[in-house]
């Protein structure tokens, strides 16, 4: 079966493939947001000082990076409505599983970045911040954060990519997302190079624009770090 063109442009502009790439980008913004901030307290509980939240978290990383994502998806949504009838549908929809599964999927491996970005800040940042009597919420978004930022950044936004192009497990919860779609139009249409082509094409222009968008935010947080000198962080910590 040869390729053909005007099949390979209907298959770019149908419908069906412009909604999976909506409701792709949605999962992803959302399973990322979600992961970046339960990663986020995993990573401040990895040094606590209680080692039983330690062990926690410790758990928790180990339990989401050692088991693949796809069989999390199998769990969440057709596991656990077994175990608990309340999870089951209308409510218990498959765009909500396949985020609640690629966030702490994802938190587990933001948690690592974020520890080490945590762990490049100066500690005597902190203690001059805090005895110049700023509170622990302005230490940390005033000194912490924008150091933080600049150090995650490259790691955060290769992690983001990777989430974009796993979110094609989902299609296991039978979310309409572009992978469903693509493998919906390819069995009543038998046209395989002209659907996956065009899913490929989606796929590569997403990650490109993300690919610019972080470029865009690299030049943006290495420029305020050189703004940032230890004397106008001084001033800074002063307000």
């Not at 989401?64 to 009838?85: D, H, K, M, S, Y």
């Not at 395989?192 to 624009?209: D, G, H, Q």
């Amino acid at each position: 079966m040869d390729f053909q063109g005007p099949i390979f442009l209907e298959a770019l502009t149908s419908n069906s493939l412009i909604q999976g790439v909506q409701i792709t980008i949605a999962l992803t913004v959302v399973a990322f947001a979600l992961g970046l901030v339960i990663g986020l307290v995993v990573a401040v509980l990895r040094d606590s000082r209680l080692r039983v939240l330690r062990a926690l978290s410790w758990t928790y990383i180990w339990i989401f990076r050692g088991i693949p994502t796809l069989i999390q998806l199998f769990i969440v949504w057709q596991a656990l409505p077994q175990l608990f009838p309340a999870l089951r549908e209308p409510w218990f929809t498959p765009f909500l599983a396949a985020t609640i599964t690629l966030a702490f999927n994802e938190a587990a491996y933001a948690a690592e970045i974020l520890r080490g970005g945590l762990l490049a800040v100066d500690d005597g940042q902190r203690l001059a911040a805090r005895a110049l009597g700023m509170p622990p919420f302005k230490v940390f978004s005033k000194v912490v954060a924008p150091q933080l930022t600049r150090v995650a950044i490259p790691a955060m936004a290769n992690d983001f990519i990777t989430l974009l192009k796993i979110t094609s497990l989902a299609s296991v919860t039978s979310l309409r997302e572009l992978m469903t779609n693509t493998q919906a139009a390819v069995s009543s249409s038998f046209r395989f190079a002209e659907w996956y082509l065009a899913a490929a094409l989606y796929y590569l222009v997403l990650v490109s624009i993300f690919m610019v968008g972080q470029s865009w935010l690299e030049r943006r947080y290495q420029w305020t770090s050189r703004a940032r000198t230890p004397r106008s962080l001084i001033r800074a910590i002063g307000r």
